[in-house]
């Protein structure tokens, strides 16, 4: 049965898929390429006759049919984590759907001189269009060297609007503030806060919803009760730490990103405190570590693999969007909703 699924599949071509949604071939092209606004109602219609007679576009042929192969070149930086693996996955989501072309640029320096050189390096490989990662896309907006790359950019989850340069993301202020809000709806009023690193929006932002909640609950500010952090797990240990070694310790920590907040609650395991029993602790994006703790983390879910995909497929379908040869390729910003994810390491306070 599976073998003969296979022959019907490969006997499945893009006039049989347009007639099954009942439009025109080219508007199937032209759905499944990206290359021009449809109706949601069609799009749908396509997609659903897509994936019910199996049809599997030959992506070397969409390749060769449009009038240029897009190149999108992605900027990130050189440390393994969950972010970045996100990231990839969207990204490579988008360009294999489109057919496109993903050039890969790694860096490891938040340096404007190095970080047009890598700009550089992919418009000479031949991207179309960049997209690039925080905070490479924040000092990029800061120094304003897009304008000096002759390809359109894009950022992604940025935690912020940029001059310059649009992004698709989340509101990391009204998310980090709802965390907040959550925590202190659960009966805490000592809320320990890790940071990012200065350089990323994120950490400016993040702080600021965490800042607002308390404000409107009327809990006083207090510094001490706001620990650095690098968004890595080395750096949630240190905080843990610090904010731990208190003398009056905090009954909640809620830290910026999941890789910190899991540094957290291993080392209140360590010391003996049991969370959410003793300490709850919270996190931010969402990324698989959240389900592989013990117990499981309450965090904001950032959809960094939908973003990254929705960039991508954006700034390709900017790109191959037909307009006057003199015309710039205009990419547009875009907002994803992100939400609030409840599991065990929260709880109300000890009374």
């Known amino acids: 049965m599976a073998r003969a699924s296979r022959r019907a599949n490969q006997g499945v071509n893009i006039q049989a898929v347009a007639d099954h949604a009942g439009v025109s071939a080219m508007t199937v092209s032209n759905v499944i390429n990206g290359r021009r606004k449809v109706r949601e109602s069609t799009r749908e219609a396509v997609m659903a006759a897509v994936k019910e007679l199996g049809y599997k576009p030959n992506i070397a042929a969409q390749a060769l049919a449009s009038a240029a192969t897009v190149r999108l070149g992605l900027l990130v930086g050189t440390a393994e984590n969950a972010f970045l693996s996100s990231i990839l996955v969207g990204t490579l989501a988008a360009t294999t759907n489109l057919g496109a072309q993903l050039l890969l640029h790694r860096i490891d320096a938040v340096d404007p001189a190095r970080i047009r050189e890598a700009l550089e390096s992919l418009v000479r490989s031949g991207a179309s269009t960049i997209l690039a990662a925080p905070p490479y896309c924040e000092v990029i907006s800061r120094t304003n060297i897009g304008a000096q790359v002759p390809v359109p950019i894009m950022a992604m989850s940025s935690g ?71 968004l890595t797990y080395e750096s949630g240990l240190a905080a843990a730490e610090y904010l731990l070694g208190l003398e009056e310790r905090p009954t909640a920590i809620f830290a910026s990103n999941d890789d910190m907040a899991a540094a957290i609650v291993s080392l209140a395991h360590r ?10 602790v919270a996190g931010f994006d969402d990324t698989p570590i959240a389900v592989k703790l013990w117990p499981t983390l309450t965090t904001v879910r950032q959809p960094v693999a939908l973003i990254a995909e ?39 306070p000890l009374a």
Not at 272 to 280: A, E, F
Request: cysteine-free; aromatic content about 6%; charged content about 25%.
């Open 310 to 348: 929705r960039a991508a497929t954006l700034a390709i379908q900017a790109t191959r969007a037909p307009q006057a040869p003199d015309a710039p390729k205009r990419l547009v910003a875009d907002y994803l909703p992100y939400e609030l994810i409840e599991r065990e390491s929260t709880a109300p």
């Open 271 to 280: 010391r003996g405190l049991r969370v959410p029993r003793n300490l709850s």
């Open 160 to 230: 912020d609007a940029l001059p310059n340069l649009p992004t698709v993301r989340i509101d990391d202020f009204a998310a980090a503030r709802d965390m907040t809000r959550y925590l202190i709806g659960l009966g805490h009023r000592r809320i320990g806060f890790v940071r990012g690193p200065e350089t990323h929006i994120i950490s400016h932002t993040r702080q600021g919803g965490y800042r607002a909640a308390l404000d409107e609950a009327e809990i006083p500010w207090n510094q001490a009760l706001v620990a650095p952090g690098d």
